[in-house]
């Protein structure tokens, strides 16, 4: 049954106005400030419904789509017109689908999932991180695959639980685990061990190149492609060299040196609390507190009074 937008029940109407969400790629263009090879997240679940749903998704680019199933998912799947699955899938499954076919899905059942999309700009770039070369053509990973590597799994859990935290937090982070996941995935499919070889530490100059761009840009947005950019490496080969220089993530070197500023600001105590956070990157004070009391033991307020 193809369901009719204007006719069927609203319950049925608001599951397939979801729908793109999901299943159009996300609008990368200048306006956006979404460079094209960056990795992004969805979250889509249907509502209850009294009979089975036939959604059809038509083919779009030569992307991939990682799915993390929160629910049970029960339904029949077919892949450009070719039958595949019927059946169940336990929730905290994964799913990879070529964005380049054409889908049908019939759901028994309303279901709740978590997408990480990854254009075709950022699987050139992990072939080229895995392989040490370009490829020669596009890349495409295996269609309706479902992946079992633990690691793939812990990383895309590290994405779910981080769905709500705020944007400040998000940009560097979400890069990071989509690099990591779309590398791991490419060798996988490859045969390969993830990760180059041979990871050494950052150039003396490019390492402070980006520290310096660091410090004088904490208050705005940070994306791990910009301190790559600074580098003059690509994103992955930078967060691995990044490390072996600091001993830390790209991100959490960000969030070291957001609290440095902020307990600067704090000693000045006519600055209030909400707008230091904002000062410093941050875009809610919950987001501040929660990452600052990680990092130095206590909350911002408690570490200004025992100052005074």
């Known amino acids: 049954m193809k369901i009719n937008r204007e006719t069927a029940p609203a319950d049925m109407r608001n599951m397939v106005q979801a729908g793109p969400r999901w299943r159009i790629p996300p609008d990368t263009s200048s306006a956006t400030g979404i460079p094209a090879e960056q990795s992004a997240t969805t979250s889509w ?17 030569l992307a991939a789509n990682l799915f993390y199933l929160r629910t049970p998912v029960t339904g029949e799947f077919w892949v450009d017109g070719r039958h595949v699955f019927t059946g169940r899938k336990p929730p905290q499954s994964l799913l990879v689908t070529n964005a380049a076919k054409s889908k049908r899905v019939v759901l028994h059942d309303p279901v709740s999932v978590f997408r990480l999309y990854l254009p ?23 269609d309706y695959e479902y992946p079992t590597d633990t690691t793939v799994q812990r990383l895309v859990q590290a994405l779910v639980s981080a769905e709500h935290c705020d944007q400040g937090f998000g940009r560097v982070f979400l890069d990071s685990i989509g690099l990591a996941i779309a590398s791991r995935l490419t060798a996988n499919h490859l045969g390969l061990q993830c990760g180059p070889r041979g990871k050494g530490a950052l ?4 390492l402070n190149r980006v520290t310096d ?5 904490l208050d705005t947005p940070i994306a791990l492609r910009d301190m790559a950019t600074e580098a003059g490496l690509t994103r992955m080969h930078f967060a691995a060299q990044f490390r072996a220089s600091t001993g830390l993530s790209p991100h959490e070197y ?15 105590p006519d600055l209030p609390i909400a707008g230091i956070a904002l000062d ?29």
């Open 45 to 61: 679940s249907t509502l209850r419904f009294e009979k089975a749903s036939d959604v059809r998704i038509e083919a779009t680019d």
């Open 120 to 142: 075709q700009a950022l699987l050139q770039e992990s072939y080229e991180h895995v392989v040490r070369h370009a490829p020669s053509t596009e890349m495409v990973l295996p």
């Open 203 to 206: 150039a003396t100059w490019r």
């Open 213 to 217: 761009y660091v410090e004088a840009a």
């Open 254 to 268: 960000l969030l070291r040196r957001r609290i440095a500023r902020a307990q600067k600001l704090l000693l000045d």
């Open 280 to 308: 410093v990157g941050f875009q809610t004070q919950a987001h501040f507190t929660v990452v600052f009391k990680k990092i130095v033991g206590e909350t911002p307020g408690r570490w200004r009074k025992h100052l005074s």
